[in-house]
């Protein structure tokens, strides 16, 4: 095959096959692999593991998903719809109904952590219904509240990259906690002393750091997502009435 007919390196450009062995579908193969990927990280996750653990060989998974890359890409694309999307609202609520999407984003790569490392790898995985589904969703929600689609778009976009980029820093967080053995709880405490002696030459970080000493991190980080969406809003809804106005 000459090299600029190559397909499409993604397991939603290759048509999937009619026949499939009812014990072995596509669909638990994918399943099983969050499983596996949520117990143990992406190092793990292995055709031979995954089949062991399906009870069946490598060869007869590759019958359903040509490679690891694309397990990852339907993994990823299988966590997606876990997202609930609420049902479409008062046009003037866009606000809430963004920011319970933005939190439920985050809630469910924080479930699963491992998403957020293979999100900047997984190739054409945003051609996957449930994240296509995700995306027009919200070009409903921005459209509805009075944005042009080219900018319901730009608005969409800047919110999902504010939700990955904390989610990311909050999911490699977790990761690390889990690899102590502690609970984050106990992991903080042990981080605390070093942190409050580095700090002993900043007055507004020492000042900071005091204020913050007995707040529960998970609290504490719900907080400040929340704090760093809203004003990404209050941008947007500026945006707005300056562009109605216009």
């Known amino acids: 095959m000459a090299a600029d007919k190559q397909p499409l390196p993604s397991v939603w450009a290759r048509p999937r096959k009619e026949r499939e062995q009812p014990v072995l579908s596509r669909e638990n193969i994918v399943a099983e692999a ?3 990927l949520d117990e143990e990280g992406t190092d793990a996750l292995s055709m031979r593991r ?3 653990r399906l009870g069946a060989g490598a060869t007869s998974l590759y019958r359903h998903v040509a490679n690891k890359d694309e397990l990852f890409e339907l993994a990823v694309d299988e966590v997606f719809g876990e997202l609930a999307l609420p049902a479409p609202g008062d046009p003037a609520a866009w606000r809430a109904t963004v920011t319970d999407v933005a939190h439920g984003l985050r809630a469910t790569i924080l479930r699963h952590p491992w998403v957020a490392a293979k999100l900047g790898e997984a190739g054409l995985a945003y051609l996957g ?7 027009e969703h919200l070009l409903s929600v921005f459209e509805g ?3 042009a689609l ?3 778009d730009r608005a969409m976009n800047a919110v999902i990259a504010y939700v990955m980029g904390i989610a990311t820093s909050e999911a490699a967080w977790i990761s690390m ?4 053995g502690q609970s984050e709880e106990e992991w903080t405490e042990q981080l605390w002393p070093a942190a409050e002696r580095a700090v002993q030459d900043f007055p507004r970080l020492r000042a900071l750091y005091a204020e913050q000493r007995e707040a529960k991190p998970s609290a504490q980080n719900e907080d400040n997502f ?3 969406l809203q004003r990404i ?3 947007l809804e500026t945006r707005l009435h300056t562009t109605a106005s216009g």
């Open 34 to 36: 969050v499983r596996l």
């Open 50 to 52: 995954l089949g062991s």
């Open 129 to 135: 219904p449930n994240v296509l589904h995700r995306s």
């Open 145 to 147: 509240a009075g944005f």
């Open 150 to 152: 080219r900018e319901a």
């Open 177 to 180: 906690v889990v690899r102590s």
């Open 226 to 228: 929340d704090y760093g």
């Open 233 to 235: 809003l209050d941008g």
